[in-house]
C-alpha cells in the first residue's frame, strides 16, 4: 500500500476516551518507511487544542482513510471545526475503534508515536 500512495487527500480518524468518534482532513500524508512501516500525517495548520488531535492522543491510535476523486463531499465535511461529521451510512463504528470510510481506497490502522515538534 505505502509503495504504491503517490499522494492524495486522506481523512485521519481517532476514537477518544472521552469525546467519541472525532476526525480531519489531512492533505500531507506520506510514508516515512517501508520496513518498519511508518507514516506521518502532517497535522501542523491544527491546533494543540483540536479534538481530533486530543483523540489521537487519549487513544494511542487513529486511522487512515485514502480518499479518492468521489469523495468530495467527505473531504469538505471533514475540513470543518463541526462535531458531528460522522452522520450518514458511510462510516463504520464499531465500540472502542476508530471509523474507517467503507469506499476509501484503502484504509490502515496506525499506532501514534511520539510527536516530532516543528517550527
Not at 16 to 31: E, I, K, N, P
Not at 47 to 64: D, P, Y
Amino acid at each position: 500500500m505505502l509503495a504504491r500512495f503517490p499522494s492524495g487527500v486522506t481523512l485521519v480518524t481517532a476514537r477518544g476516551d472521552c469525546g467519541g468518534a472525532r476526525g480531519l482532513t489531512v492533505s500531507a500524508f506520506c510514508s516515512v518507511s517501508l520496513d518498519p512501516p511508518l507514516v506521518v500525517a502532517s497535522v501542523a495548520s491544527v491546533a494543540r487544542s483540536a479534538r481530533t488531535l486530543t483523540a489521537i492522543q487519549e487513544a494511542g491510535r487513529f486511522e487512515i482513510s485514502h480518499l479518492g476523486e468521489q469523495h468530495r463531499a467527505v473531504v469538505s465535511q471533514f475540513a470543518t471545526k463541526g462535531t458531528d461529521k460522522f452522520n450518514g451510512e458511510w462510516t463504520v463504528l464499531v465500540r472502542h475503534v476508530s471509523p474507517v470510510l467503507p469506499d476509501a481506497l484503502f484504509a490502515m490502522e496506525c499506532h501514534r508515536a511520539p510527536d516530532i515538534p516543528g517550527r
